[in-house]
């Protein structure tokens, strides 16, 4: 038997689909080369946004057909959207088979038997059930033998007026230290070197369960064998100065954040219950820099957040020119059923966002210009995750920068020391320092 998975969205969808291609395993599936020649194929959703929900069922047209060549054949649909529209998605595609949610990953053998005998197995359900943590005790298959996500937690007690997480993936839980490193251990028994903390809101990690999430960067640090740990996602709001110390006394936190700032308005912010204002953020900026030398940030914004004036949308760009993120991920605001900001009045016309969106791009490129050209004789630490062509090895910087370099010797899982020779907006071409 085997199978094929499609994934949407952020890495935790791409973490969960990494657990449920190690279920399918213990059930003696192997991956399909495509979704031609699979018995069994998942569309993992993501509904942010709505451009992944068209794209989902895009898909499940062209996958259909497989049920002519195999009338046995299963499609099953997860993850957000899944969570999101229930049995509205299945009356929408009446070629789903099995659907589920990140809630009940662990219940997938169970649906793909019902399948099997011919009924529809859907399981969605209202509140993560209590045996959820079941997940952790199956294997994890990975693309990357060196660097892993490891989640930590799931769902979100935020409540920003424009996201579906608490609805799709439920309030606040917080994975248990012990299970984590247990994780951890195994990982690098297997020979992973860079572990990655993942959750929607990494930072608030522990405070569900009376821990906080600087401990448990310490502990992952002490496990022999961690050469690296980064984390995503964090909410400005969470990190405070006990983060902020961990980073800097622990050698192994890279020198790179994911912070997102989502737009440069207070009053925009309030609107969208961020919970900071635009210089409370400059503030943690700030902090970092000055506890963390060389840290590097990345960031997520919106676009045309409804009543977004002018005035607004240039709040945004001098944030941008302020910090000067090294990779900025920006969207247009899209209304999501369910949320207080769908039915916001005053919604910014889509021209207008494009309008926007463009200027802002066009802004982060001539930043990453000066960015990358500050890169060029520099020395810097490339852990080397991938080879082409047979001697041009690549890796990412402890700054999380994508970088070349080639070498007769195998380097592949090494952590070597390069001189930038050439950078680029996106790329750096290095030379090995012996």
Not at 371 to 390: H, W
Request: proline fraction near 4%; glycine fraction near 6%.
């Amino acid at each position: 038997m085997k199978y094929y998975i499609k994934t949407f969205g952020c890495q935790m969808n791409f973490n969960d689909s990494e657990r449920i291609k190690g279920l399918l395993r213990t059930l003696g599936y192997q991956e399909a080369e495509s979704w031609q020649e699979a018995d069994l194929i998942l569309i993992n959703t993501c509904t942010i946004r709505e451009k992944p929900d068209q794209k989902v069922f895009s898909h499940l047209g062209e996958y259909r057909k497989i049920k002519e060549e195999n009338p046995k054949a299963l499609i099953g649909v997860c993850g957000c959207l899944a969570q999101r529209m229930g049995y509205q998605l299945v009356q929408k595609a009446p070629v789903v088979d099995i659907m589920f949610s990140s809630f009940n990953i662990h219940q997938l053998p169970e649906l793909i038997q019902r399948a099997q005998a011919g009924y529809k197995a859907i399981a969605i359900l209202e509140e993560p059930p209590q045996d959820e943590d079941k997940l952790w005790e199956y294997p994890t298959v990975r693309d990357n033998p060196y660097c892993a996500y490891v989640t930590v937690m799931k769902g979100c007690d935020k409540n920003c007026t424009y996201c579906v997480v608490p609805k799709t993936r439920g309030r606040q839980r917080s994975r248990s230290i012990e299970s984590i490193l247990k994780e951890v251990k195994q990982l690098v028994a297997e020979g992973v070197k860079e572990i990655h903390l993942l959750g929607q809101n990494v930072t608030a990690w522990g405070q569900d369960i009376g821990s906080h999430f600087s401990e448990l960067l310490y502990r992952v640090a002490e496990v022999d064998g961690v050469e690296r740990i980064r984390f995503t996602t964090g909410h400005p709001k969470d990190l405070d100065e006990k983060i902020v110390k961990a980073m800097a006394e622990i050698p192994q936190v890279c020198e790179h954040i994911h912070l997102p700032f989502q737009a440069g308005s207070d009053r925009i912010l309030k609107l969208m219950d961020r919970g900071y204002t635009k210089q409370e953020y400059l503030e943690k900026i700030e902090m970092l820099k000055e506890y963390v030398k060389g840290i590097t940030f990345s960031t997520d914004v919106i676009v045309g957040f409804p009543t977004e004036t002018e005035e607004d949308f240039e709040e945004t760009l001098d944030l941008l020119k302020k910090v000067k993120f090294e990779q900025v991920f920006s969207f247009k605001y899209s209304p999501r059923p369910d949320t207080p900001a769908y039915s916001m009045q005053d919604q910014v016309p889509d021209e207008i966002k494009t309008e926007r969106m463009q200027r802002l791009l066009e802004l982060q490129k001539s930043i990453l210009g000066e960015i990358a050209k500050s890169y060029e004789g520099t020395l810097q630490e490339l852990l080397v995750e991938s080879v082409e062509d047979g001697n041009k090895f690549i890796g990412r910087t402890r700054t999380n920068r994508w970088a070349s370099v080639k070498s007769r010797e195998n380097l592949l899982g090494r952590v070597v020391k390069v001189k930038v020779i050439r950078s680029h907006p996106f790329s750096m071409e290095c030379e090995l320092l012996n």
